[in-house]
C-alpha cells in the first residue's frame, strides 16, 4: 500500500487523536508513505522539481503557528492503549532533487546570536547520495523522518508536531534511518501512525532548527505488540539499542535515557540496577538528539555486543 502526501492524507502542524486514518491496515503490513515539506517561502526557484502535492498544501493554506506536514495517520488494525507500536524502517529515498536549510532570529540552540533569516537550497543528488553546500563542501545523505509518531493521548487534544513527547513525534533523532526500529506506546485505538519532517541529512543537536529539510519516501512495517513493556518512545538499531528522554532541561532529558538504559540492561542481562548502571557509565553513550524543540531531546546507546 502506498499512501501519497496531499490534501486528503496530510495534517499540517498538529496531532489529534480525533482525527480519522486515512488507511487502516493489519498488524505486521508493510506501507510505503510519501511525504512533503515546507510553506512557500522555502521553494526553491527554477531548475528543481517540486512535488506538485506540496504546492496544492500550500495553496491551500499554511497554518498560523509552526509545524510540520505530516502524512497520515494509517490505522492498526486491532491496536489498542497498552500496547506498543513495532515500527520498522524499512528503506528511506529522497522524492526530490533539492532541500532548504534556514536561520531565523530568535530560534535554535543560539536564539540571539542571529538577528536576520539566512535561507539556502541546497542541492540533493540521489545517485551520488550526497548533499553540494553553498561553499562547495559535499555531504554525504543519511536520510531519516524526523517526525514518526502515534496519535496522543485523547485527553491532550489537538497538540503541536513541533515538541517529541511520550507518543514519539518531532523525535529528529538521526539514528532511525533504513534498517532500524522505532517502539512507540499506543494510547488510542488504532495506534494512528504518521510521518514527515523529511531529513536528508542531520547532526546530533540539530542546532540551527533544521537540517536539511526534504521530501521522503518512507517504507515500513507496522506491528502490534502486546508483549513489550515500553511505555516511552525506544529504538534499536542492527548494532545498538537506544532509550530517549525528552524534557525542556536537558539535564532532566539525561536523566530519563539513563533509567531507561538502566532497565533495559537489567532486564536483558538479569543483573541489579546498580550493576546495570555501572555498565551504563563504562559502556553507553549518553547524546544530545537536539536541543531546539522547547522540549529538547537526549538518547542513550547500548552496544547489543555488551547484553548477550
Known amino acids: 500500500m502506498i499512501i501519497e502526501a496531499g490534501l486528503q492524507s496530510c495534517h499540517w502542524g498538529y496531532f489529534d487523536a480525533s482525527l480519522d486514518p486515512v488507511a487502516t491496515v493489519a498488524s505486521g503490513s508493510e506501507v510505503t508513505m510519501n511525504s512533503v515539506s515546507g510553506g512557500k517561502a522555502m521553494l526553491p526557484g527554477e531548475g528543481f522539481h517540486v512535488p506538485p502535492e506540496l504546492l496544492a498544501l500550500q495553496a491551500a493554506g499554511e497554518p498560523t503557528a ?156 507496522l506491528t502490534t505488540r502486546r508483549d513489550l513493556d515500553i511505555t516511552y518512545p525506544e529504538a534499536e538499531t542492527p548494532t545498538h539499542y537506544i532509550t530517549m528522554g525528552m524534557h525542556p532541561d536537558l539535564d532532566v532529558c539525561v536523566e530519563i535515557a539513563l533509567r531507561r538504559m538502566i532497565s533495559v540492561v537489567s532486564q536483558r542481562v538479569g543483573i541489579t540496577r546498580a550493576e546495570a548502571y555501572m555498565l551504563c557509565s563504562l559502556a553507553g553513550d549518553l547524546r544530545i538528539t537536539q536541543s531546539v524543540n522547547r522540549e529538547k531531546g537526549v538518547h542513550m546507546m547500548m552496544s547489543k555486543s555488551h547484553l548477550a
Open 66 to 221: 509552526p509545524g510540520h506536514i505530516l502524512t497520515g495517520p494509517v490505522a492498526v488494525d486491532g491496536a489498542m492503549p497498552g500496547d506498543v507500536l513495532q515500527v520498522d524502517i524499512l528503506d528511506v529515498q529522497l522524492r526530490q532533487d533539492w532541500g532548504y536549510n534556514f536561520i531565523r532570529p530568535l530560534s535554535g540552540t543560539l536564539p540571539l546570536d542571529f538577528d536576520e533569516t539566512h535561507k539556502v537550497i541546497i542541492p540533493l543528488d540521489r545517485d551520488r547520495n550526497e548533499a553540494t553546500m553553498p561553499w562547495g563542501l559535499k555531504l554525504r545523505l543519511a536520510p531519516f523522518f524526523g517526525v514518526m509518531a502515534v496519535a496522543p493521548p485523547p485527553a491532550w487534544g489537538r497538540i503541536s508536531t513541533i515538541e517529541p513527547r511520550a507518543h514519539g513525534g518531532n523525535l529528529d533523532n538521526k539514528e532511525l534511518v533504513a534498517g532500524t526500529t522505532l517502539y512507540l506506546p499506543v494510547h488510542t485505538e488504532g495506534a494512528l501512525f504518521s510521518c514527515g519532517d523529511g531529513h536528508g541529512v542531520q547532526g546530533d543537536g540539530e542546532v540551527c532548527v533544521t537540517a536539511i529539510e526534504t521530501a521522503l519516501q518512507g517504507r515500513f512495517r
